[in-house]
């Protein structure tokens, strides 16, 4: 093989909402197959559905998608492809949840009454529209290195913030005697879609979500007629991809799990596996001397060309 050729890791970004009730009983003959086609990631399963992030083989891939797509109701299962230079996942794991996406509000499933569907190609048009909220369900960390123009920042640590961040602005909405329409986004779509559930419950009747999420819009509108500046935060080795799922030069802090631009690395605090200027100050001593060894035995690990236990995944 010429030195030059590099070989692409084929990624799949994969949900779907849909009742489930024996999915304990589905873990095991899922990884089994997972595992025969060399399938690395990781895969939830709940009552309410599928969720999960896998790379492989394209083969392999379409192996296990075609496997999901053939439970009852799951005809509909949503799935973004996109390629990765380095492995993105170093071992393969099925993991049995309550909800496949945490929000802590049990009673709400993303399967009943979410919101409507909108499309990249007709996002631009429902958000640019002065009478429409626009709200980014991801997280601070994510948020900061990229987002939609005029979108909403609900500052949330996780997602289980959400609900009671909108408690608070629906109370605003309200006192305005406004009828908005809402509409939400997040990584792949799977939040946002859970959001509209919970936004429709809570009395809201105008509720939309970015269709395949950030992903697919940045796959399929050209950068020069795009409303989304920055980066999009993802889950796995490439930490960071920009339009046309291109991967970005971001890195991310092993501490504390932030997206470092590569002038951020250049910061006095950043330590690789150790800290950075967001979490230098919020670790003591001894912590930064556990991150030290796990960050060395990381590398001997690496050397002997194995992948270390407490290596990110």
């Known amino acids: 093989m010429n030195a030059e050729t590099h070989i692409n890791y084929h990624v799949a970004a994969l ?27 990781t895969i939830l399963l709940a009552s309410e559905g599928v969720n999960g992030t896998i790379a492989g083989s ?13 439970w009852d109701g799951f005809d509909g299962l949503s799935a973004k492809y996109s390629t990765a230079e380095e492995k993105p996942f170093f071992r393969m794991k099925v993991r049995l949840k309550k909800e496949i996406v945490t ?22 048009a429902l958000t640019s529209d002065p009478s429409t909220i626009v709200i980014d369900t991801r997280n601070d960390y994510e948020v900061a290195i990229g987002t939609f123009e005029g979108a909403i ?10 609900p009671k961040w909108f408690n608070q602005k629906a109370d605003e909405i309200r006192e305005k005697g406004e009828t908005p329409k809402i509409a939400m986004f ?9 959001a509209t559930a919970y936004v429709k419950s809570q009395g809201f009747d105008d509720v939309f979500h970015l269709q395949g999420g950030i992903l697919k819009y940045l796959e399929n509108i050209d950068e020069d007629k795009s409303s989304f500046n920055g980066d999009c935060f993802v889950f796995d080795q490439r930490v960071a991809v920009g339009h046309a799922l291109r ?19 250049l910061k006095a ?24 060894e796990r960050q060395k035995q990381m590398e001997i690990a690496a050397q002997k060309g194995v992948t270390h236990i407490g290596s990110p995944s």
Not at 16 to 27: E, G, M, S, T, V
Not at 58 to 70: D, P
């Open 186 to 194: 997040c990584t792949g779509g799977i939040r946002c879609e859970k």
């Open 58 to 70: 394209e083969t392999g891939l379409q192996a296990v998608i075609q496997y999901l797509s053939s």
């Open 153 to 162: 920042n609900p500052n949330t640590k996780t997602f289980r913030e959400f």
């Open 269 to 292: 605090e950043y330590s690789e596996g150790i800290s950075c200027h967001h979490c230098y100050d919020a670790r003591d001593d001894e912590q930064r001397k556990r991150y030290k």
């Open 247 to 265: 991967e970005s030069d971001y890195i991310q802090c092993h501490a504390c799990r932030m997206p470092l631009s590569p002038d951020e690395v």
């Open 15 to 41: 949900y779907h909402f849909a009742y489930l009730p024996d999915y304990q009983d589905r873990k095991e003959p899922l990884l089994a197959l997972c595992k025969a086609h060399d399938i690395m990631g």
């Open 103 to 124: 929000m802590g509000v049990p009673e709400v499933n993303g399967a009943v009454n979410p919101g409507q569907y909108v499309k990249p190609e007709n996002w631009d």
